[in-house]
């Protein structure tokens, strides 16, 4: 019987765990939230037994990575820095260290590019071996195939060093470090081996550019598409892993059928994606926080939309989604066509207050709009000569009350010099206009073609006055450095009243999740392996703020008028019943931690760890 995954007792005891993954200290995308999130769960039950690795990229690594100054001591009675010290004594160049993350994990981050000399020799083998095909002009499979190589040559120490009734576990997570797998196996390396796919390549590829993905996936003749994408030798890879593995996963059910017709191996296990949720946790503080970052995010509303037009904040609602600009498989099309039909519907119904929509994506640009710039400068001036006034009218107002007999309120206007009026005067003379509020914040390269502009220009969603859905699309991610926002996306988050996520074609989704944790409602679909997995672990997902729109066997019609009814509900909501729907979303939270998520892989390693 496994112990349970939520305390800190040792785990297998007489096993080695090496988990490999491309964005160990290299942050690229999605995976790299995974395995940073799930270190504080792993490290108590795996302690000096366990042990990540990674490529090297010094630009990346740099803030991330922090090598151990003394080898010698790590090799005594670790088989990790071991390895790595016959590795260098071998002439490869290695790094061991520690994550600069919570739970700071033991690390080997490999030096691909020390390979290409060997790269015609090894691309000659992966075709003879494995009948995987390399060309010569694509670098990213180069240093996947190189790392690869050095991959196997560090499993091959650590196995070495591998004490009798001692087991070694190697994890692989993606098609990028999976390349390794059929050559442990070729080579009989004694490791007991796990590969993980948390999105097949062809599947994102086809859900890209088929409206029908998932009622023509069974169909799919994955070779044809593979070599219509041009990406033949990534998904060979990924297949090569995947039957070459002891245990194949992947993290939601929904891409269990995506690997069966796809990969031609029904997955093992299912490994739904968590976080560590005491990052996000501040205990009774959430609500306060909520209102913090909301007045950061009416700063920025009042200088994009109030020198236009001004409306009640505390009647405005602030929606937003974010993620990779996948205008399909994200769902930024349903949300769209959502939004436009409860813009029209707002606008019959006579009631008060509006929503602000956030679209926080990243698109080629060449700079913020110079507008937009101008209109936040502008609004920074009118605060300045405010807060000069107050200034000035506090002191005299104080003067004024200690030498007065009378206890009535003297005139204000009275307290303020003729150059603060006139300042006043000019500030607000230049600071309104008649021109509306930009719909997007930056200068796009090419924004004839951006599928999100041209729909908000079909559809008039322009930030008119009488839109009551207004809309901001911020082609850059969010972060302190920008003038714009000047906050990080956690903040931003913290300080929305609802996330929407209904993606088409999304493995598992961690951007409802980073929602929940805290404390926001979110909106995500059942075509998602979070929205998926909440339906069938979780009773009457709305009363605890996550709602899941139904895609699966849906129009596209249907299941926009389901999200447009969704945020029509959203919007009825007083204060007091939102409060109330952010304390039962923050409950949750707890559902999603690593620390009861970590069982699954629990599992998948114990059923590894009695296959041979």
């Known amino acids: 019987m496994l112990p349970q995954s939520n305390a800190p007792e040792v785990l297998f005891p007489d096993s080695l765990l090496v988990e490999v993954a491309w964005e160990v200290c290299n942050q690229v995308g999605g995976i790299y939230t995974v395995i940073r999130s799930k270190v504080p769960a ?85 075709w003879q071996r494995h009948g995987i095909p390399s060309p010569d002009n694509d670098d990213l499979l180069h240093q996947v195939i ?25 994890h692989f ?51 044809n598409e593979a070599k219509h994408f041009n990406i033949e030798p990534a998904v060979k890879m990924e297949r090569a892993a995947a039957h070459g593995s002891h245990v194949f996963t992947t993290v939601s059910e929904l891409t269990v059928r995506e690997c069966i017709y796809l990969l031609d191996r029904i997955p093992d296990a299912v490994l739904p994606n968590g976080l560590n949720i005491e990052r996000f946790v501040a205990l009774h503080e959430f609500q306060n926080l909520h209102q913090q970052y909301k007045a950061k995010i009416h700063e920025f509303v009042m200088a994009h939309f109030f020198q236009s037009y001004a409306f009640d904040l505390d009647r405005t609602l602030y929606f937003f989604t974010s993620g990779r ?133 079909r559809a008039s969603l322009l930030n008119h006055k009488h839109d009551r859905v207004k809309m901001v699309y911020h082609p850059d991610f969010v972060s302190p450095a920008s003038p714009l926002l000047g906050m990080e996306y956690g903040q931003f988050v913290r300080g929305c009243h609802l996330g929407v996520f209904p993606s088409y074609y999304e493995p598992w989704g961690y951007t409802p999740l980073e929602c929940v944790a805290r404390g926001v409602p979110a909106i995500t679909s059942d075509l998602s392996g979070f929205g998926d997995y909440v339906l069938e672990t979780i009773p009457e997902p709305e009363s605890k703020g996550i709602f899941v729109v139904h895609r699966q066997e849906k129009s596209f019609d249907e299941s926009a008028e389901e999200l447009c009814n969704m945020m029509w509900d959203f919007v009825l909501l007083n204060r007091r019943e939102r409060i109330m729907q952010r304390n039962a979303v923050e409950s949750s939270a707890e559902l999603f931690d690593w620390k009861n998520l970590r069982v699954h892989y629990d599992r998948a390693y114990a059923l590894a760890l009695e296959r041979q």
């Not at 690594?61 to 071991?82: C, I, K, N, Y």
């Not at 070495?160 to 190697?170: F, H, I, W, Y």
């Not at 796990?194 to 999105?199: D, G, Q, R, Y």
Request: hydrophobic share 40%; charged share 20%; net charge negative.
């Open 146 to 170: 190189a790392f690869g190589h050095l991959t196997t040559i560090f499993f091959q120490h650590v196995a070495a060093q591998v004490k009798p009734k001692q087991r070694l576990l190697g």
């Open 42 to 126: 792993t490290v108590p039950a795996w302690g000096s037994r366990y042990c990540l690795v990674g490529p090297y990229f010094p630009n990346m690594a740099q803030g991330e990575f922090e090598a151990f100054d003394d080898l010698t001591v790590h090799t005594a009675s670790d088989p990790f820095g071991a390895a790595v010290r016959t590795m260098r004594a071998q002439g490869y160049d290695v790094c061991y260290g520690t994550w600069l993350v919570t739970g700071r994990p033991r690390v080997v981050l490999i030096n691909p590019f020390q390979a290409y000399n060997k790269l015609g020799e090894l691309k000659s083998d992966l």
């Open 173 to 223: 997570h993606e098609w990028m470090t999976g390349v390794a797998i059929p050559e442990l196996r070729r080579l009989q390396v004694p490791a007991h081996l796990l590969f993980t796919t948390h999105a097949t390549l062809l599947g994102r590829y086809l859900a890209m550019n088929d409206p029908d993905f998932y009622d023509h996936l069974m169909w799919v003749n994955w070779e």
């Open 325 to 457: 600009y996948e205008y399909h498989n994200k769902g930024f099309d349903l949300t769209l066509e959502a939004l436009a039909r409860l813009n029209h519907r707002l606008q019959q119904s006579g009631l008060d207050g509006q929503v602000v929509m956030f679209f926080i994506t990243k698109r080629p640009y060449t700079s913020i709009n110079p507008q937009v710039l101008e209109r936040r400068a502008l609004l920074d001036e009118v605060h300045e000569t405010c807060q000069a006034i107050e200034r000035q009218v506090g002191e005299r107002l104080f003067y004024a009350a200690a030498a007065s007999q009378d206890h009535k309120l003297p005139d204000l206007s009275n307290m303020v010099d003729d150059y603060w009026r006139l300042r006043y005067r000019r500030t607000l003379q230049s600071w309104k206009t008649n021109t509306l509020p930009p719909v997007i914040t930056h200068n796009l390269v090419n924004d004839q073609d951006d599928d999100i502009l041209n729909f908000m220009r």
